[in-house]
């Protein structure tokens, strides 16, 4: 069965530089949300879309912006990183209103030097 | 506003044995619950979930789990454990197009 993608799976920046992270849904997935997960911490839930638009926010910093593009694909930025952004990232997504359940992607480690 | 508890950081338990991991949650409605297992540096997987009906859930692995809504309470439970077991267990309340809140976890090592 088809799973979420994410890519890249490893990226290594400097400090105050800026990263993209994207994100492809399951097929037929029209909800997609954002963690942040740092080491030995829990998932903490960053941002979500459904059908395009934002639908909920939670603890996504402002030099952080997402959207979803009309594939349902979702891009990450994230501007002026610092040290304390290293993290695995990852995205999930589920079948908007109709389901609750939510898939995982492998996610992408981030680290920042 | 949501929250999860995991009362319990590890847990070893020996391989065969029987397995309990705690959840306790604080939610304004009726919470749709989750367990989800992480191998190190892995993604996370559903084992299960609770959204309405019958409150004792099967999952996936032999996994199950009893919502227990006078303690506020969805504890995971499995008859007997494998060594492949091991890994961290997230319980997480939420849903729809919300995120998800998850507890701080709980690392499960088995004994040979």
């Known amino acids: 069965a088809a799973g979420v993608i994410q890519s890249p799976r490893h990226l290594i920046k400097e400090k105050r530089e800026t990263a993209t992270l994207k994100c492809y849904p399951i097929?037929?997935?029209?909800?997609v949300y954002w963690y942040q997960q740092g080491p030995g911490q829990d998932p903490q839930f960053l941002i979500s879309?459904?059908?395009?638009?934002?639908?909920d926010k939670g603890s996504i910093p402002d030099r952080f912006s997402a959207q979803q593009f009309s594939d349902y694909h979702s891009e990450l930025n994230m501007s002026s990183l610092e040290l304390g952004d290293s993290a695995l990232y990852f995205c999930?997504?589920?079948?908007?209103?109709?389901?609750?359940?939510?898939?995982f992607g492998p996610g992408t480690r981030l680290t920042v030097t | 506003a949501q929250s999860v508890t995991q009362p319990d950081i590890h847990i070893t338990v020996s391989e065969g044995a029987s397995l309990e991991l705690r959840c306790n949650y604080s939610y304004g409605a009726t919470p749709y619950l989750f367990w989800y297992v992480q191998s190190p540096g892995q993604g996370l997987q559903l084992l299960l979930k609770?959204?309405?009906?019958?409150?004792l859930v099967q999952g996936i692995k032999g996994f199950e789990a009893e919502f227990k809504r006078s303690q506020s309470s969805f504890n995971l439970r499995k008859p007997s454990v494998h060594w492949s077991d091991a890994a961290e267990y997230f319980c997480a309340v939420g849903g729809g197009a919300d995120g998800l809140t998850f507890g701080k976890g709980t690392h499960l090592i088995i004994q040979p």
């Open positions: 879309f459904y059908e395009k638009m934002q639908s």
């Open positions: 999930a997504s589920s079948v908007g209103d109709r389901t609750y359940e939510q898939y």
């Open positions: 097929p037929r997935h029209d909800t």
């Open positions: 609770y959204f309405s009906g019958d409150t």
